[in-house]
């Protein structure tokens, strides 16, 4: 008996992987998003600006950040 392995602490590697895959989608996702989000403040006028309380200088802070921040 004292040969015996206890499987149940034995844990499979594919669960990890997944997370992490899923993980990595997410980051790239919500990365996409950004990079769109900032494509649709750089066509918008002063006035739209004004509209949504957003100066030039905070929408070209804004647009000079890589898509990943």
Known sequence: ?????DVS?????????RHLLRRLLKQ???GLERARTRRLLAQLDGRDLADLGISNADRLNEMEKPFWR
Do not use: E, G, K
């Open 9 to 17: 602490a034995i844990s499979s590697p594919a669960p990890v992987r």
């Open 28 to 30: 790239l996702w919500q």
């Open 1 to 5: 008996m004292n040969d015996l392995q």
